[in-house]
């Protein structure tokens, strides 16, 4: 079992950036091949952000976050990093990082393969 947990969240201006990072423990070795990241605000369901293979061979974006933000995955640790640029008020949420055996291109987004997930941190922008 891969325990995950996120850090680097905070309150911004629209326009700032943040760096979000997820460190991996546990069994994170042969556990998965997939890490994403998702988001959540008040009353709105969860949405995929962005997902990569561990290799680095494949990323994956929502149309939303595209050209702002970016995956990066760190094999040797088993773990990702998210990169968030250009921040917009609509980007405020819990941020939450996830891990999948596979990301299954087509559904990257849905969360029903990924099997560990983080408790999540919180992005807040203002305008």
């Known amino acids: 079992q891969v325990q995950l947990s996120e850090s680097g969240g905070g309150s911004v201006q629209a326009g700032g950036s943040l760096t979000l990072s997820c460190a991996a423990s546990g069994h994170t070795h042969a556990s998965h091949n997939c890490m994403g990241w998702f988001r959540q605000a008040p009353g709105m369901e969860r949405e995929g952000v962005a997902a990569t293979y561990l290799d680095g061979s494949r990323t994956y974006y929502a149309d939303s976050v595209k050209g702002r933000f970016t995956i990066s995955p760190d094999n040797a640790k088993r773990t990702i990093e998210l990169q968030l640029n250009s921040l917009k008020p609509e980007d405020t949420a819990m941020y939450y990082c996830?891990?999948?055996?596979?990301?299954?291109?087509?559904?990257?987004?849905?969360?029903?393969?990924?099997?560990?997930w983080g408790q999540g941190t919180q992005v807040t922008v203002s305008a």
């Open positions: 996830a891990a999948a055996w596979d990301c299954y291109s087509a559904s990257w987004y849905s969360r029903g393969q990924y099997k560990a």
